[in-house]
């Protein structure tokens, strides 16, 4: 019954361990999809101002810098 | 800069947590009464002060942001919210895997796990009002606004529930009883632990504060390309 | 990034509106101008009926699927009447705190409140008057409905068990006025209110459902059970100054 208990005391405290580093793991890949989500966001974003027409550019890249 | 910072506490982060994991497997002995499962304490408890530390350090940098306007006190407040979210998460999870053992059941009405719970709830409906909303002060102002509210209630909500209820154990770090039921080579590993997880916390919120600053770039670029 | 801080005016500092300053006389002044507020809402819903009725129906409803779920026959469960009480009241409570603020929406009222020369904290506590009001007047009826299909004789305890109900509505009633003021320029109102409101509200419900329990039990209050008093008390006044002194930041862009 000892040995019994104890196996499923160290399972748990296995099952215990994976969970917690898994939520962590989640979230570091939540985060890091994200991360790469926004880069092509801005990717894009920075590509509109490329196709403006010349005019457009010039004010467009005064009032950024 | 900031990303290399990051990157350096991570790494610290990870050798202490590899050092602790060392020491908590194979020099620390059995706990007399709960054997192996006591080891869950070194995450859980950890877990639950990182993320209470987070929600009231975004408390304050709630008012600091309503007081100066300044968005960037908003992003670091609404990443701390997030990540303390999960800690209070793994908290909840590797308290219940802990309650299986010990007490026989998943989840019990206890005031602690209770008021975590209504916390996690609180903060997760402040993660969703901000999704909610478009414009970037408007969203900064009421998730203040409600930040605000969330951490009062916090604190009365904990009390409350503490005088209706009462199973989790007691304080046990030599800290709160003045000589401690805890062995204090376990409370050395305990303490490295938090800041382990303290370190880890951080590195987080430095990279998710980044993720804060582009998605803002992106929407005034956005709105500049517009105006055009 | 200079373009941002221009285009959403960070790098200017908000100009307010000139307002009187704070004197001896302006929280008389704030009070008046908050029951100028409650007086427009409480005719409006004395033509209409529209939140009281909905919210008193509602109630009455729970009430009868709770008789289902409990048999309120059996002497155990008299012991859950007063969380069963409270229950109902906060999920009526959100049908009226709901109406609160999104029945200025329509024609653009909200902003002409705003543009105002009325404080936003007296728009706020008005408000919160109003539901106050209407939430007493449905937990009420549903306490004559609650006596005879519970057979609970809760008018041997009018006194303290008035106390109660008035010290946790008032608590209800800000709370409702306080989230509704957040939400109500969402699109997802009606989703976000509920989650927002309810778990703030958990303290309150507990002393009140302990409380009201007690007196449902034909017992007076122990030593024990003025800490819920007192934390009602705590509630009522922390979340009121909170609401007061936030009004400004959730109303006024």
């Not at chain 1, 974003?45 to 810098?65: D, G, N, W, Y």
């Not at chain 2, 982060?13 to 499962?37: H, R, T």
């Not at chain 2, 590993?189 to 590195?203: H, P």
Request: charged share 15%; proline share 4%; aromatic share 12%.
């Amino acid at each position: 019954m000892e040995g019994f208990m104890e196996a499923r005391n160290l399972t748990f405290l296995f099952y215990g361990f994976t969970a917690a580093w898994a939520i962590l793991l989640f979230y570091v890949i939540t985060l890091a999809r994200r991360g790469a989500q926004l880069k092509k966001d801005l990717e894009q974003v920075k590509r509109l101002f490329q196709t403006a027409p010349e005019e457009h550019r010039e004010r467009i890249e005064e009032s950024v810098r | 800069m900031r990303d290399r910072i990051a990157i350096a506490l991570a790494g610290a982060a990870a050798g202490l947590l590899a050092w602790n994991l060392y020491k908590m497997f194979l020099v620390l002995p059995d706990e007399a009464m709960q054997g192996p499962i006591f080891r869950i304490l070194f995450f859980h408890a950890p877990a639950a002060m990182v993320g209470m530390t987070g929600y009231f350090v975004a408390l304050v940098l709630s008012i600091l942001y309503l007081s100066s306007n300044q968005l960037r006190f908003d992003a670091l407040a609404a990443s701390i919210i997030e990540v303390s979210l999960v800690f209070s998460l793994i908290n909840i999870v590797t308290g219940s895997i802990w309650a299986r053992i010990i007490w026989g059941v998943w989840w019990t009405w206890d005031y602690r796990l209770t008021s975590q719970l209504v916390c996690i709830l609180i903060f997760a409906a402040y993660l969703m009002l901000r999704r909610g909303i478009d414009e970037p002060t408007q969203r900064a102002r009421l998730s203040s606004a409600l930040c605000i509210f969330g951490c009062i209630d916090v604190v009365i909500v904990w009390k409350s529930i503490e005088w209706f209820r009462n199973l989790h154990p007691g304080p046990v770090l030599s800290i709160r009883t003045g000589g401690g039921h805890m062995d204090p080579a376990y409370e050395r590993v305990f303490y490295w632990n938090l800041l382990a997880l303290l370190l880890v916390g951080i590195s987080l919120v430095l990279i998710r504060t980044r993720q804060e600053a582009t998605a803002r770039e992106i929407d005034s670029l956005r709105r500049l390309a517009h105006a055009q | 990034m200079q373009h941002e801080r221009l285009l959403l005016g960070e790098a200017k500092t908000p100009e307010r509106l000139a307002r009187p300053a704070f004197t001896l006389a302006t929280p008389l002044r704030e009070l008046v101008q908050a029951w100028w507020i409650a007086r427009k809402d409480l005719a409006i819903e004395l033509r209409t009926k529209e939140s009281v009725n909905a919210a008193g129906a509602f109630a009455i409803t729970i009430l009868l699927m709770f008789s289902f779920a409990f048999d309120p026959t059996e002497a155990e469960n008299r012991a859950y009447f007063g969380g069963l009480l409270w229950l109902v009241f906060a999920f009526a409570g959100a049908l009226i705190f709901n109406r609160g603020f999104a029945r200025e929406l329509p024609n653009e009222c909200l902003d002409a409140l705003l543009a105002s020369p009325l404080s936003p904290s007296s728009l706020l506590l008005g408000k919160a008057i109003s539901i106050f009001a209407m939430l007493v007047l449905v937990e009420f009826a549903s306490l004559l409905v609650f006596g005879v299909f519970y057979d609970v004789r809760w008018w041997r305890h009018a006194g303290p068990l008035a106390g109660v109900f008035l010290l946790a509505t008032w608590g209800i009633a800000v709370i409702g006025a306080v989230f509704g003021a957040l939400t109500v320029n969402l699109r997802l109102r009606e989703l976000m209110l509920p989650i927002l409101v309810y778990p703030v509200l958990i303290p309150l419900l507990i002393a009140a459902t302990e409380l009201s329990g007690t007196l449902f039990q034909n017992q007076p209050f122990s030593s024990d059970q003025l800490l819920w008093v007192r934390l009602l008390i705590v509630f009522d006044v922390v979340f009121t100054a909170l609401a007061a002194a936030l009004a400004e930041t959730i109303l006024l862009n």
